[in-house]
């Protein structure tokens, strides 16, 4: 099973970027395929978007498609968020989290802040 860190969350204002990265442990990373979560103050945690275990895949939620862009690097078992165009509605605590090519997601990071400022 493996465990899973964030980094490169922080402030930045509407408009500019970031990207966020999730480094896995142990060598099944392959294994799995990855996904970012969100939850904003008050709301639930919602989907943001996913890779498949090959990056072969990628699935976004409407509200981030063409902004945010996921990415994996399988020989450094690290999986990249780059979010471009941010809004002040992407404030939020982000999640990295795995699951197995056919289960559900049942791994997760800590997460980690992003903030939007208008």
């Known amino acids: 099973q493996v465990q899973l860190v964030e980094s490169g969350g922080g402030l930045v204002q509407a408009g500019g970027s970031l990207r966020l990265s999730c480094a896995a442990s142990?060598?099944?990373?392959?294994?799995?395929?990855m996904g970012w979560f969100r939850q904003a103050p008050g709301k639930e945690r919602e989907f943001v978007t996913e890779?498949?275990?090959?990056?072969?895949?990628?699935y976004y939620a409407d509200s981030v498609k063409g902004r945010f862009t996921i990415s994996r690097e399988n020989a450094k078992n690290t999986v990249y968020l780059q979010m471009n165009s941010l809004k002040p509605e992407d404030t939020a605590v982000y999640y990295c989290?795995?699951?197995?090519?056919?289960?559900?997601?049942?791994?997760w990071g800590q997460g980690t802040q992003v903030t939007v400022s208008s």
């Open positions: 890779i498949s275990w090959s990056g072969g895949s990628t």
């Open positions: 142990g060598r099944t990373f392959i294994n799995y395929a």
């Open positions: 989290a795995a699951r197995l090519r056919t289960g559900s997601y049942n791994i």
